[in-house]
């Protein structure tokens, strides 16, 4: 694989900005571009963004006439991936590597369906605690991906990756068993993003001993179930770590989910409990927390019109 030199990212949220402001930070402008169709550019260009305060702006292209890219980010919310693969269908070229940083288990086989299961490295961001309000980023903690390959043929695509995120600075791990990870983390998000959101609270609320705390480890330890129905050995030991992990963001601080729910926008439900009641039927496995959650949830989403 070629070194890679040129960055698209697809979704200007938490995250597409998180990676699109360091890149830019240690490898100029020139290096990484967000892609968007004509009405998004319009929004965009009104909007004055920052990043812990700091006003930042970067190139934002066409989708309609983009070029091919050698690296992808996919770092939109799983309703608007179906748009994104669209968005992109122009960045995508014959060695371009892909990864999403988007929540579930599911985002990178629907892209490997579209353009190839061999451009897409699994990947999971983890650690962050990014926060983003209207064009308002602020953080206190980066985070790291964990990336990994699904067969053998992908190492030296992997090399390359590893090489251009040493470049840019970005903390990665590289995993030996990457669907380990991947259901580690969908594992903590569907605790912690659907409680916060459905308990309105931070990182701390979900912490603290009481309903909400116990609420989260009980959404959690369904996904331990429903994992080894799948043959991923999730364990007790991979909650508590990731409790650890928890404990290490701002206390003040809440996922997307809950971001989404304040600003009353769609959450990711279906990608949590939705997934988590639809993957536990097939096993004949009960899943009473991450339904409470669902419907709470749903209940919560309704009232939004009617707060208009």
């Known amino acids: 694989m070629k070194e890679i030199q040129t960055t698209a990212i697809v979704g200007m949220g938490a995250l597409g900005l998180l990676y699109g402001n360091q890149i830019a930070a240690e490898l100029g402008t020139s290096a990484v571009r967000f892609i968007a169709d004509k009405d998004r550019i319009k929004k965009y ?58 929540n579930g288990i599911s985002s990178e086989q629907i892209i490997g369906e579209r353009y190839g299961h061999e451009k897409v490295l699994y990947s999971i961001a983890q650690g962050m605690d990014a926060m983003k309000f209207g064009a308002a980023l602020t953080y206190t903690k980066f ?9 053998p043929d992908q190492a030296d695509r992997l090399k390359a990756m590893t090489d251009f995120l040493d470049r840019a ?90 971001q989404d729910g304040i600003s009353h926008r769609p959450s990711e439900v279906e990608m949590f409990a939705g997934t988590v009641g639809r993957m536990a039927k097939k096993h004949g496995l009960s899943t009473p927390v991450n339904d409470r959650l669902y419907e709470r949830i749903k209940e919560m989403e309704a009232q939004y019109s009617l707060c208009l």
């Open 45 to 102: 260009r009104e909007m004055n963004f920052t990043v812990n305060g700091e006003r930042r702006s970067f190139p934002v292209e066409d989708c309609e006439t983009a070029a091919p890219a050698d690296f992808i980010i996919v770092a939109v919310k799983y309703n608007a991936l179906p748009a994104a693969l669209d968005t992109m269908k122009h960045c995508v070229g014959p060695d371009t590597t892909i990864i999403s940083v988007m």
């Open 169 to 258: 600075k970005i903390a990665y791990v590289a995993e030996d068993d990457i669907l380990h990870r991947l259901w580690g983390k969908f594992m903590l998000n569907v605790g912690v993003n659907q409680t916060c959101m459905a308990y309105e609270t931070t990182y701390s609320g979900t912490l603290t001993p009481g309903e909400a705390h116990d609420t989260m480890v009980g959404a959690m330890r369904e996904v331990i179930a429903l994992a080894k129905a799948e043959h991923v050995n999730l364990t007790e030991q991979d909650l508590e770590d990731y409790i650890r992990l928890l404990e290490t963001l701002s206390p003040d601080g809440m996922p997307s989910m809950r």
């Open 143 to 151: 985070g790291e991906l964990r990336i990994g390959v699904r067969t």
